[in-house]
């Protein structure tokens, strides 16, 4: 209990000190005195008995580490400042709560894993402790639930993961004492070995083996260069993994190709291992002694080489968080930069260690100079077993023997990066392009900029003035919206789409269109289902004036006491701050949901780096983002009459009538610059109670009836999660027009078929838990509802 209090030595004393101040006041303010310091002395006992407990029960397994670990102690106030920072995430948002702990833990899991002091081991424990004890003082019970992410926070906890697996090795390599399980992954990414003088003496004592001894000598005077050459590997995952964090295929399938080397060298450097081992050893007397801390007992070298093929195995579980591609011809310029490099740099190399020839041991020659070229760029590891032909002496030879290698990797990181932030293209530009054009050009619907998102494949019809955007899912032929050209044209074009559908074994689902299109497919015998309630405010008559406006007119003047004013920007061209803030609600309101982001026609982050998407924000004066709304453009021959909101999202501590705030600002100013109508979107499986016939449609037949009933209740269920009814309910306090938008499909066989499309499309990254969860959810509603009409008929 009273390691906290003492240090090792004086600067130990001065390093505890300036940690208490910079971490315990801010975090007894975010706690209270009595929660703090609860959590202090629970989560330091905790974490030293859960290092020692580990030490214990797995003494017996983890050879060396364990017995480095015995002898050590622990002191300084770390531990419990693990603890206590842990405890404090519960009663903070979800984003930053899971931002906190994945850092955190994050940092110690490194450390325990490649450092393996039993210090690193203590403020493991503790950070567990705390994250437990949070809720608990809090009143909650600890929860231990998937985390849910966006597509954007997957693809940064992945890269964070290849991340920590190339900075581990290098911590392991550059510690002095590193005795974790996995520090001895450092021999295959950095292999930096010191050398030892007693050892450097006995070497070059043997006349035989001068060239051992001038490589250890090159060894011994290696500077930054040569450290920097040594952890190329690391440096290479690095650059990946900012790639990885972008969304890049080129990315993934680059760490993908290092991550499967590394497992092949794993498993060559374990049979190596135990084959030198000979057949009559004994597993737990495997001792490599040149490596103090270091068991080579297999279960002790398994266990960390498995690493990369863990890693492996993420990155291709995870690979449809990875479709970003660069535009065509990216990564050939690429390759022919890197190999011109490398060639200027080669030449560089050979003329001036000419000049300077003098200054190397011996003196080389040219053909030595244009042999020993190609060892200039490679890794320190891969040349540190090959004695060199000849070393630097004076100091501008050293800058040329260890300079060509870092400018070398320097200017291909950059050339890489550059390949990671230039603009992507889709994966059929042209048909994109066509699209874009007909959209632009004729007639869609208020959903049809939608058509444009990743995902969608294109289908133009025979006259080439329409086209219909879809996505094939388990043999249905999914379309974002109806058909996209002239409106006389719309029977014709969903019979040839039709006919398309079927010559390839599809079946078509036309999915949240207007009651046009719903009438042009009932003239082909097709059924139809309501599926959402479109809300659209038309602005040639808007003013939000008598009592209706209430709300609208009260979120107005509050944005005006509290300094708040609205503003247009494109995401793209915004500034970083802006950007930065966007990204940081966006995943607040995603980390604060049961379930995962949905897509399809639900827009998120991706959508919005959209130069003809608009979005408003709402700034106060210290340019602080409250809440985002995007809007989408409704194009009608060849000029903009409205705007469609997706993107809506607001900051959870913020000011909170702000969407209103932003909603109404959009009417007004969107109708000074002359546009005819705004839409509010349609909230999906949600209507309004008395929705006014559209059509002269026939009564429901009984299996569309049932189909109704079962959107309902899967929309009740749902409700909890996404709130779709509650954002109608929201928008109403605007009395918009309301406009039923509509599934038809052929055949009602398909109906299982369209479901599972419908859920793969809006949630392609369901889980096979989250999916039980939520169709208990959906099931325990049902049996509530059979219940209560059961009560009523009593």
């Known amino acids: 209990m009273a390691a906290p209090f003492w240090a090792r030595d004086l600067l130990g004393y001065v390093v505890g000190t300036v940690l208490v101040l910079l971490a315990c006041i801010p975090l007894e303010r975010q706690m209270g005195s009595r929660k703090f310091c609860v959590a202090a002395v629970v989560t330091q006992v905790a974490g030293i008995l859960a290092a020692a407990g580990f030490w214990e029960a797995t003494r017996a397994l983890t050879g060396n580490w364990a017995r480095a670990m015995s002898g050590t102690f622990i002191l300084g106030p770390s531990v419990f400042i693990c603890g206590t920072a842990m405890a404090a995430t519960a009663s903070m948002g979800p984003l930053w709560r899971r931002r906190i702990r994945l850092g955190l833990f994050g940092l110690l899991i490194l450390l325990a894993l490649y450092n393996g002091g039993f210090a690193d081991l203590a403020r493991l424990g503790a950070g567990a402790a705390g994250a437990l004890l949070g809720p608990v003082l809090l009143g909650r019970r600890p929860r231990l639930v998937r985390p849910v992410s966006s597509r954007h926070e997957g693809r940064v906890l992945v890269a964070l993961l290849v991340a920590v697996s190339a900075v581990g090795p290098v911590v392991a390599g550059l510690a002095p004492h590193a005795v974790g399980p996995l520090s001895v992954l450092r021999f295959l990414f950095t292999d930096i070995r010191p050398v030892d003088a007693q050892a450097l003496q006995e070497i070059c004592a043997v006349p035989a083996q001068h060239r051992d001894c001038e490589a250890a000598h090159l060894q011994l005077r290696a500077g930054a260069g040569a450290i920097f050459m040594a952890i190329v590997p ?24 290092v991550q499967a080397g590394l497992s092949l060298l794993a498993l060559v450097t374990l049979v190596g291992v135990l084959q030198a081992a000979g057949p009559d050893t004994v597993a737990g007397e495997l001792v490599d002694a040149s490596q103090p801390g270091h068991s080579t007992q297999p279960l002790a070298l398994v266990v960390p080489l498995l690493l990369p093929v863990m890693i492996f195995g993420v990155l291709l579980a995870c690979r449809t968080l990875f479709p970003v591609t660069a535009p065509p011809g990216t990564y050939s310029r690429l390759a022919l930069q890197v190999l011109g490099l490398a060639g200027v740099l080669g030449l560089i190399y050979v003329g001036a260690g000419l000049v300077l020839a003098a200054e190397f041991t011996p003196v080389p020659a040219l053909a030595d100079l244009v042999a020993d070229a190609p060892d200039r760029f490679l890794p320190l590891g891969f040349t540190a077993d090959v004695p060199p032909a000849f070393f630097p002496e004076g100091t ?49 619907s ?17 006259t080439g003035q329409s086209f219909i955007a879809y996505r094939v899912i388990a043999g249905i032929a999914l379309t974002a919206g109806g058909p996209v050209g002239p409106k006389n044209l719309t029977p014709a074009v969903v019979n040839e789409f039709y006919g398309y559908c079927r010559s390839n074994g599809w079946t078509p689902c036309f999915y949240s269109v207007a009651p046009e299109v719903r009438a042009a497919a009932a003239g082909l015998g ?51 701050s802006i950007q930065t803030q966007i990204l940081a609600i966006s995943e607040e309101w995603v ?81 000074d610059e002359g546009c005819d109508f705004i839409s509010l979107s349609g909230a999906p499986l949600a209507r309004v109670a008395q929705a006014p016939p559209q059509d002269e449609t026939p009564a429901r037949l009984p299996a569309t009836a049932g189909l109704d009933r079962l959107l309902d209740l899967l929309g009740s269920a749902l409700e909890p999660v996404y ?31 369209i479901a599972n499309a419908l859920t793969r499309a809006y949630l392609p990254e369901l889980s096979l838990g989250e999916g039980f969860r939520l169709l208990r959810s959906i099931l325990s509603k049902r049996t509530r509802t059979v219940a209560r009409a059961g009560r009523r008929l009593e």
């Open 723 to 753: 709130g779709f009814r509650s954002l109608l309910a929201f928008k109403s306090k605007f009395h918009p027009l309301y406009v039923p938008l509509f599934m038809v499909y052929p055949d009602s066989a398909a109906l299982p078929g």
């Open 446 to 462: 208020s959903i049809s900029w939608m058509t444009t998102w990743a995902g969608n494949t294109y289908w133009f019809s025979r």
């Open 396 to 444: 501008l030879a050293v800058l040329l023997y260890e300079g060509v290698g870092i400018v070398f990797w320097a200017v291909t990181g950059v050339l890489v990066l550059k390949s990671f932030v230039r603009p992507t293209h889709p994966r059929h530009p042209e048909d994109q392009d066509k699209a874009v054009a007909i959209l632009t050009s004729q007639e869609g």
């Open 234 to 257: 690391s440096f290479l995952l690095l650059l990946l993994s900012e790639g990885l964090r972008r969304g890049r295929r080129f990315a993934w399938a680059g760490v993908l190709v």
């Open 526 to 576: 097709w059924d139809s289902v309501q599926v959402a309630q479109e809300t659209v405010l038309p602005l040639d008559s808007l003013s939000f004036k008598g009592k209706r406006f209430q709300d609208v007119r009260t979120a107005l003047n509050n944005a005006a006491k509290a300094g708040i004013h609205a503003e247009w920007v494109r995401y793209p061209t915004a500034g970083l």
């Open 591 to 671: 980390a604060d949901r049961k379930l995962p982001e949905m897509g399809f026609t639900l827009g998120g982050l991706d959508e919005l780096n959209d130069p003809e998407v608009r979005c408003l924000l709402a700034i106060d004066a210290h340019q602080q983002v409250h809440a985002v709304t995007s809007w989408l453009p409704v194009y009608r021959n060849g000029r903009i009459v409205g705007w469609t909101l997706d993107f809506m999202r607001r900051r959870s501590a913020g000011f909170r009538p702000a969407v209103e705030f932003l909603i109404a600002s959009a009417a007004m100013s969107l109708k």
